[in-house]
């Protein structure tokens, strides 16, 4: 055997899942499980305990005036990323590839 199962190292698809963190959030009486990496769970949880909320309180929040194109966890880190860097352009309705350097 040959390649990065032979060495033990797991492959480029496990590392991946390896850096996010599943969490469960109770959204609009119903159960949904979001991935994250660690460092998005952080400053989420930073965002919430600024605004006084819950975790759950800030997601729910940021799910309801997501996109319904959006999916949930990308809405999270760009919540994040607007969080901490204010001058973040809103790209609305534009190809967003095209707007990358």
């Known amino acids: 055997m040959t390649g990065p199962e032979a060495t033990g ?3 480029p698809a496990q590392r991946g899942a390896r850096l996010l963190r599943k969490r469960s959030i109770n959204l609009s009486g119903h159960r949904t499980s979001v991935a994250l990496e660690p460092e998005f769970w952080h400053a989420l949880h930073l965002i919430a305990q600024k605004r006084d909320l819950t975790l759950a309180g800030l997601v729910g929040r940021i799910d309801a005036g997501r996109p319904p194109d959006r999916p949930l966890a990308s809405a999270l880190r760009v ?4 969080e901490w860097m204010p001058a973040l352009p809103e790209i609305a309705g534009t190809d967003r590839e095209d707007q990358l350097g």
Not at 79 to 82: P, Q
């Open 9 to 11: 190292m797991p492959l």
């Open 79 to 82: 919540e994040a990323l607007r």
